[in-house]
């Protein structure tokens, strides 16, 4: 009886291993396994088992490495029906990071319509990293999307070149363009095809970003353009295509270089042309001056104007409102109003305007004493405001190049700070006038950061190849800032720095020594070398006028802003996030300005 047991177990042994070991002689080992796991998977009680099952086989057939093996990085996709079997496919999902695969189910439904021959072809199994985290498998829900994300690459190489096929096919699309632009014409064959297929390719890329986003048509599309790119580029003279785009380039530069100088000639047009505005604002003024009898028209303490001892600030402008703001600004930071006098130099045309503004618009306890250049009777012996050769007025005015007479035009004053009208005072400057000058003449903010490299070095604004030049200055000094300037004036006249302006001036008039686009600040760099002593940057910030990323901190912080450029906080082109720190300073229920309609142009 054991013996009739003993062969049965043996025959039962016999079979199950026939079992197991036939179909992987006949069909092999990776085709065993697909069916092996499609069948178990329509349980998913059973899909642990078999998964430990083939780990476990695994070490039998090593000699039968699959291609599949050396497979990295690539992710299949793992669908559920429900959301009841999310625990289900979760747990699954570890299972197969344990054990090294991913299976693929994505065409179950399509693989179920076809025979056994096709199920192999749909129904991959991959090894995946041991160390793969969840976060590269993606589980889809709708069945609809299975066919669309068949050809995708879930898990790409590198994120640096994720996007790098849609990149190389915009540049294909270029590369037909300029051959169908510039090609003969004629009825070539290859021609007609490249143009169907960049067509096909600029439908098939349109709205697309990433490379996961291509679809396959679109990749084989790719393939046949760069084989039409290449019989065409056999077919045309490389020679003929370079000559046609280097036409096309110059073409193409002009036109640039054409509307650069129209944009730069309407916007400097802006600058220099009255706004209806203004113009409304300053005939009202004059017309008021005017109907003043002459001794009615002095300003108020009109005796402090020569006292040294007092503070004395200048502006050389002949523009209404921004005098105003000056004023009004450096009066409201003040501790000590009634020591402070404002020199206002205007032209004759605007001095009615500007003085009939503060009759009606007194700063309180400071002094302002407004004067034209016509009074100054010494400056047209001088006569060196008509050798720059500039056509901009605003680089030809007077007004801008009286800084270099201020010892003239204050002969009893020993000090003297200097604004540019598009300024902002936002501190008390009284500890301008306690400044340590060290024997210099001007005091100034450099344009050079501490630690960084100079983005203002002399040399990029004045010609070094002139010996005279190239001797007696380095090129490497670093400049400073025109807009807020302290001046010691008794220095100045010691240095006869008046002389020394004269002979440069008289020398850029000669040879081109500096852009003349640059007005005043090459001369003035020139005039004033050696002799500058650097403020602290919080005494002058600059900026508001051209850029848009002037730190917000610095500009809270600073003694004084500076609108330099040609965004005025009074244009309309002005940079609408500096605009209030210049229009809280002036007072729009004034009736001259409600009638000239100022308060809707300052408060959009």
Known sequence: MKQIRQRQRIIILSLLSLSVVAPLIFLGRREFLQDLYRVTSRTDSSKLNVVEQIQGGAEEFKEQNLVGYKEKNVVSTISYDSEKNNDAEESRIAALERNGFSHDERQDGDARKKDSSSADENINVHAVPYRMSKENITLTNRPSRRQEDRHHILNPPSREVKNQKVQEIKDQILMAKVYLKFAPPSSNSHLKELELRMKEMERGVEGVTRDLDLSRSVLQAMRHMEASLSIVSRAFSDCSMVSKLQAVKRKTEEQVRFQRSQATYLVHLAVRTAQKNFHCLSMRLTAEYFSLRPEERQL????????????????????????????????????????????????SLNLPAIS?????????????????????????????????????????????????????????????VIFDHDVVVQQDLSGLWNANMKGNVIGAVGTCQEG?????????????????????????????????????????????????????????????????????????????????????????????????????????????????????????????????????????????????????????
């Open 356 to 416: 009939m503004w503060f009759f009606l618009n007194p700063p309180g306890k400071a002094t302002v004493h407004v004067q034209s250049t016509e009074n100054f009777e010494w400056l047209s012996k001088y006569n060196t405001f008509g050798k720059n050769n500039n056509s901009d007025p605003r680089y030809t005015s007077e007004l801008i190049y009286l800084l270099f007479y201020l010892p003239d035009i204050f002969p009893t004053l020993n000090n003297i």
């Open 452 to 604: 960084k490299t100079p983005f203002h070095r002399i040399d990029a604004f004045v010609n070094f190849s002139d010996p005279l030049i190239r001797e007696s200055f380095d090129d490497n000094s670093c400049t400073w800032a025109f807009g807020m300037n302290f001046f010691d004036l008794q220095q100045w006249r010691r240095h006869n720095l008046t002389a020394v302006y004269h002979k440069y001036s008289q020398m850029g008039s000669e040879k081109p020594l500096w852009n003349r686009n640059n007005g005043r600040l090459p001369l003035g760099w020139l005039t004033f070398y050696n002799k500058t002593e650097m403020l602290d940057r919080q005494w002058h910030v600059l900026g508001l006028g051209h850029n848009s990323g002037v730190d917000r901190n610095e500009i809270e912080q600073a003694a004084v802003i500076h609108y330099d450029g040609i965004r005025k906080p009074w244009l309309d082109i002005a940079m609408g996030r500096y605009k209030s720190y210049w229009t809280k300073f002036l007072n729009f229920d004034h009736p001259f300005l409600q009638q000239c309609n100022l308060q809707a142009l300052y408060s959009t």
């Open 300 to 347: 108020p303490n009109e005796n402090k104007i020569h006292l040294p001892d007092l503070y004395h600030y200048a502006v050389f402008s002949d523009n209404v409102l921004a005098c105003a703001v000056v004023v009004n600004s450096t009066v409201s930071t003040t501790r000590e109003p009634d020591k402070l006098v404002f020199h206002i130099v205007t032209d």
